[in-house]
């Protein structure tokens, strides 16, 4: 007998043996912890896990990026091939600025590991109750872009926000299709390892820049 | 110790015990993580709340564990839809040769892990080391451990035995920078150390927080960003994990984790909660080319025999129940020499390697019921370590846990019968008890371990029948 089926077949039976019944839950569906999406809370949340947030006029943002570019002494940024992003900035960078992953990594590792000062993603949305980005990669937001750099920038539209987990998953059908890697990020990495002193940057972006897109007001 | 060997957890617990309360380093150093994980995890809880969403998460565990046979199948099925490699492991070393032969098979050499208790518990690493291969942790706190070759001492916190001068100091020996205490910098070597080894490494090992049967996605929990390392740079990721932990929905993964993390580091989310649901799709262009899902079993059937005992399985290992324990805090977790320490390692033990192994284990706990208390997932520990304590010296019928009976003395046997006919003749019993309190000053000064720490017992100069009686007769005289 395999080892898969001599698992299974002593579950079984122990299972019979103390007479359980395998539980029927009607509701798959858990009540949600909140009740409204906030973005002040949502802010909140973020700014005390030490991300950076900026409010950023929607249609001029790649120019706010060029700009911390030159101020913070950033020389090169990489983003995905997504054409919503990657075309804004090559509009506002110098071209030797702007770096667009769109090989595989095994051909670009030295310069995503070695190069790259900042990256840049655009979060699918944003859960109110504990301050967190939800990222969907794929081939036009690969998953080493968000994690290799030493600062990551995302954009994150606020029409994006749920008030939690339970309504994210909900709201955008995940049960019925994962993306590849689902990912949910709250802040810089960081680690408390050394006598539960915190510190930025244990392997991941040192700082994570959140712009928050607003709508310009004439 | 750099290897845990579960030959040793009867008989060098004592020793070990011994050894941790006469290091006040140790004491100190737990003292102080403790109360901060403790005061951390009270910011995130309401009480009031607590009690419902504890319901809840353990509702939610003991439904997937009625499924649990089911859940399995339906989660590989799932996830080899999504091109994730399943593979079963009755024991931790059918664990081991699995995770061995696909690394061999794909001509791997350079292997980061990821922090994972399951292969603390199989010897993963030292099996490894065993074939040739070089296994480098990368978590910042398991790093630390195995840079001075040693067990973690905490399952969330694997270095917490340590502060920042020891660490500072085995850095300097071991990595040859310069000695400093500055935290940012510590954290900035072992950066850019495992920076290296990330980028060249092709085979990357994870453990999983919650497998989901419904979607054939590997969740991982995490600050430090070493897990999606470890599970998107290699060319193939190799996940092990308990075949306990498997979820039924999607929609069960929120409220165990708002459990979770809030439980461990008194965090309301992790930096990083990282769902991967297969190797990398034509069109990406990162991430594993293959991602192999190892489920290990190691005595996790057979811990679902007995309706009561199987309540071990709901664990999360958030590690609230060491955080709580006031034996723990003070001995530290290499004191257990199990990887997993403190309460939930007392249950856990004596039911993977056996009673005759293990159950010694049983033995430091007050029976307090801290740990209970803030267990998310409502585990009741006293409840289960005492039973285990009866299983120890219990040989007659139960359930098909290992090493039933061995801790059972025929002097302590007898010594229970004696106690127990005597409880049963009251006539003798008082006899017994007039005797004792008027021979009291023959009682023996020395009692073996008792007396190495504590003052000898000597029965008091009444019964308490005799006491009460006096009393009373007191009373009456005086009304
Ligand atoms: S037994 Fe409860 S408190 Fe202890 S690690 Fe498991 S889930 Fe956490």
Redesign the pocket.
Known sequence: MTDRDAILKRLRHFRSEAGIEPAHTPDTVHPPTTSGANLEGFIGHLEAAHAEIHRVSRATWPRWVANALEHEGWGRLACGANPSIAEPLAQALPPSALWVMDQPVEQVKAALFHEMDVSLSQARAGIADTGTLVLETGPEEPRTLSLVPPVHIVLFDPATLVPDFSHLLAQRGYAQHMPTNLLLISGPSKTADIQQTLAYGAHGPKRLLVLILEDDHA | MSHFDPDTLNSRFQQRLIDAIEDPQVRSNFRGAMTFLREKRAAQFDPSDFTQLQARAQAIRNRCLSKLPELLEHLESRCQANGIQVHWAQTGDAANRIIRDIIEAEGGRKVVKGKSMATEETGLNAALEAAGMDCVETDMGEYIVQLARETPSH?IMPAIHKNTDQIARLFHEQLGTPLTHDVDTLIGVGRATLRQKFEEADIGISGVNFPVAETGTLCLVENEGNGRMSTTVPRVHIALCGIEKVVEYLSDVPPLLHMLTR?ATGQSITTYFNMISGPRKPGELDGPEQVHLVLLDNGRSRIYADPQLRQTL?????????NHCPVYERVGGHAYGAPYP???GQVVAPQIWGLDKAGKLTQACSMNGA?KE????G?P?PTLIRRLRREGVNHEGGPPLPGRGSLRTPAEAALWKVWAWLNAHPSLYRLFLSLATRLRGLSPRKLGGWTRYRAPVKPAPQSLHAALRSRRRAANDRS
Not at chain 2, 314 to 322: E, F, N, P, S, T
Not at chain 2, 374 to 377: F, G, H, N, Q
């Open positions: 399952i439980s709901r664990c999360i290992r958030c590690g609230a129940c060491m403190g309460p939930i740990c803030a267990c998310p997932v585990i520990l």
